[in-house]
């Protein structure tokens, strides 16, 4: 079962207090596919096989159908976003959504189980930098999803979203692994897989809602 989660940001990946990396964690093979250097640094740190780096988005999407059947979580991280964001060049942020909105009918050819959009944090353009304001989160699963009635993707739809005006961002990972049939029982997150030894502590279709980034330290 396919995990796939597209980044126009950033990921929280981590790395347990006794040296257990993500892959091992979640007990899932891994691949970041990335253009930036510090992300796919980051990515190999927490134990996860990062490729050369890719030229543009559409070589991005080549990699990943290129490693579809070998891999069971694909990280896919979509930089220029972030950039134009803090060049306060709004129109040229747009751009660069709208070029991966239209690799996404590639991305969905391939059937993933669970697919997740989002980043990590805000970058208003009015702002140039990055900011505290949630960022969506859009959720697909193929089965037992309970899609939502939102119909458009943005800051404000997702506040009318399933998942909630606010959330924990490392409640994504727990709701992937169940909608991907990958827990062996939703709520005991120590038994999300045989391996997993350190956690924090506390049908097909869409959902929305806006998450938060928190570092645990």
Not at 25 to 49: E, F, H, Q, T
Not at 190 to 207: H, L, Q, S
Request: proline share 6%; hydrophobic share 40%.
């Amino acid at each position: 079962m396919n995990i796939l989660l597209t980044c126009y940001c950033y990921v929280d990946l981590h790395r347990s207090p006794n040296g257990q990396n993500s892959p091992e964690i979640y007990d899932l093979k891994s691949i970041a596919i990335a253009m930036y250097p510090m992300y796919r640094g980051v990515s190999k740190v927490v134990g996860m096989y990062s490729p050369p780096a890719a030229h543009d988005y559409e070589e991005e999407i080549d990699m990943l159908e290129e490693n579809w059947d070998k891999y069971d979580f694909f990280f896919v991280h979509i930089k220029k976003t972030d950039s134009y964001g803090e060049d306060g060049n709004f129109a040229a942020k747009v751009g660069e959504i709208e070029k991966v909105d239209k690799l996404l009918p590639r991305i969905m050819a391939l059937d993933p189980d669970v697919l997740i959009i989002t980043g990590d944090h805000s970058t208003p353009a009015v702002m140039k930098s990055h900011s505290w304001h949630p960022v969506p989160v859009l959720f697909y699963s193929k089965n037992n999803s309970r899609p939502d009635n939102v119909i458009s993707f943005g800051e404000r739809a997702c506040t009318q979203g399933s998942l909630g005006v606010r959330f924990p961002a490392f409640e994504l990972m727990p709701l992937a692994m169940a909608y991907a049939g990958r827990l062996e029982k939703f709520g005991a997150l120590r038994a999300m897989t045989k391996n997993i030894e350190t956690a924090p502590e506390n049908g097909a279709g869409f959902c929305c809602g806006r998450g938060e980034l928190i570092h645990f330290v």
